[in-house]
T-cell receptor
Framework: EAGVAQSPRYKIIEKRQSVAFWCNPI?????LYWYQQILGQGPKLLIQ????????DSQLPKDRFSAERLKGVDSTLKIQPAKLEDSAVYLC??????????????FGPGTRLTVL | KQEVTQIPAALSVPEGENLVLNCSFT??????LQWFRQDPGKGLTSLLL?????REQTSGRLNASLDKSSGRSTLYIAASQPGDSATYLC??????????FGSGTRLQVQP
């Protein structure tokens, strides 16, 4: 079974530029998550999708971040314009909610963003 | 708001030692708890998932326990090896099924 795929793996941009990240979840997983992990911290949820609908985007800085999941499969996360504090690893995860509440999440390798 | 704390933040041990990593959470109304391993520059690898109705899970040299009422979990690593060196993250599943993470314990096992 293929895992969660993300691209690019690394990205370096200047502040005020825009950037986009792509995620392809595990086949059949209805739930997709984007997390931001700043160096030395644990990942923090940015947005959660159930199929192509947003479940939780309460921690997404909507003035500069946007995300979509067209057709309920792949997802893109965009930052425009980027700030220095956006330098982080952006992790995508997916899960399949099974009966009984088991909801194991599987993570991709992440995209490391550096904003100069 | 759920908060997850991991102690210690960093740990260095000689090879072969048994060790315990601690995780505490403020809201005991959780669905599951997951322990992850993260290698430098890599994503997260799930090690163990404990459902809220369970008290422990084992996988090889790893054993994770859960005490929901006191808001605590421990990850026990037996006979540590240099290959165990990584950051270990504890995360709890909240009401909307997303994960709330601790900041991790950075483990170094000396050969």
């Amino acid at each position: 079974e293929a895992g969660v795929a993300q691209s690019p793996r690394y990205k370096i941009i200047e502040k005020r530029q825009s950037v986009a990240f792509w995620c392809n979840p595990i086949s059949g997983h209805a739930t997709l998550y984007w997390y931001q992990q700043i160096l030395g911290q644990g990942p923090k949820l940015l947005i959660q999708f159930q199929n192509n609908g947003v479940v939780d985007d309460s921690q997404l800085p909507k003035d500069r971040f946007s995300a979509e999941r067209l057709k309920g499969v792949d997802s893109t996360l965009k930052i425009q314009p980027a700030k220095l504090e956006d330098s982080a690893v952006y992790l995508c995860a997916s899960s399949s909610l099974l009966a009984g509440g088991l909801n194991e999440q599987f993570f991709g390798p992440g995209t490391r963003l550096t904003v100069l | 708001k759920q908060e997850v704390t991991q102690i210690p933040a960093a740990l260095s041990v000689p090879e072969g030692e048994n060790l315990v990593l601690n995780c505490s959470f403020t809201d005991s109304a959780i669905y599951n708890l997951q322990w992850f391993r993260q290698d430098p520059g890599k994503g997260l690898t799930s090690l163990l998932l404990i459902q809220s109705s369970q008290r422990e899970q084992t996988s090889g040299r790893l054993n994770a326990s859960l005490d929901k009422s006191s808001g605590r979990s421990t990850l026990y690593i037996a006979a540590s090896q240099p290959g165990d060196s990584a950051t270990y993250l504890c995360a709890v599943h909240t009401g909307r099924r997303a994960l709330t993470f601790g900041s991790g314990t950075r483990l170094q096992v000396q050969p």
